[in-house]
């Protein structure tokens, strides 16, 4: 029972540096999201994607790309870090974005710009 | 704006005490309140959701209480364990996140 599977754990990249965090379900989700954790804050809302194809922002969506070409995978893509950008990352995908849309969370990527 | 709010931000107890948390929200619309469990280094995990008309609801030692009029939800841990130590974090509707609390479970 794979579930939804995150990587990198642990990445360190130095400013203005590009990465790609990988996220994958086996689970045959429709609904993908992507959330970081900062201390005190909560998670907060990058970008979603309902279906491959469609993706959408969230909350906190600048610095940050992506793109749903299957209903597997939902990377995210850092294009020029910043040290505002060290958080831990966390994937998530739900079999539906209603009212009854548990999500089912990967085991988190930290991230750290220097 | 849509908010839900986590009392207290932190809570230590002794192991084998009970303890509640508290999540108050003012989230429209409402179609139900989740809570979730996270353990240090790990991804959330449901515990439980609340649908508008349900009161009560348990799940092993952790009982969920809603009320929809006074938008209030409680979290209580009945016989706390080590294990029991994580952020717990509420969500309504499925999309809108408390900042959690970080409960510390000591022997």
């Known amino acids: 029972n794979a579930g939804v599977t995150q990587t990198p754990k642990f990445q360190v990249l130095k400013t203005g540096q590009s990465m790609t965090l990988q996220c994958a379900q086996d689970?045959?989700?429709?609904?993908m999201s992507w959330y970081r954790q900062d201390p005190g804050m909560g998670l907060r809302l990058i970008h979603y994607?309902?279906?491959?194809?469609?993706?959408d922002q969230g909350e906190v969506p600048n610095g940050y790309n992506v793109s749903r070409s299957t209903t597997e995978d939902f990377p995210l893509r850092l294009l020029s870090a910043a040290p505002s950008q060290t958080s831990v990352y966390f994937c998530?995908?739900?079999?539906?974005?209603?009212?009854?849309?548990?999500?089912?969370f990967g085991e988190g990527s930290r991230l750290t710009v220097l | 704006k849509n908010q839900v709010e986590q009392s207290p931000q932190s809570l230590i107890i002794l192991e084998g005490k009970n303890c509640t948390l508290q999540?108050?929200?003012?989230?429209?619309?409402?179609?139900?309140l989740r809570w979730y469990k996270q353990d240090t280094g790990r991804g959330p995990v449901s515990l439980t959701i609340?649908?508008?008309?349900?009161n009560t609801k348990s799940n092993g030692r952790y009982t969920a209480t809603l009320d929809a009029d006074t938008k209030q939800s409680s979290l209580h841990i009945t016989a706390s364990q080590l294990s029991d130590s994580a952020s717990y974090i509420c969500?309504?509707?499925?999309?809108?996140f408390g900042r959690g609390t970080s409960l510390i479970v000591h022997p």
């Open positions: 998530a995908s739900s079999y539906s974005r209603g009212a009854t849309g548990e999500l089912f």
């Open positions: 689970m045959n989700h429709e609904y």
């Open positions: 994607s309902v279906g491959a194809g469609i993706t």
């Open positions: 999540c108050n929200y003012t989230v429209s619309p409402f179609s139900n």
């Open positions: 609340m649908t508008f008309s349900e």
């Open positions: 969500v309504v509707s499925e999309g809108t």
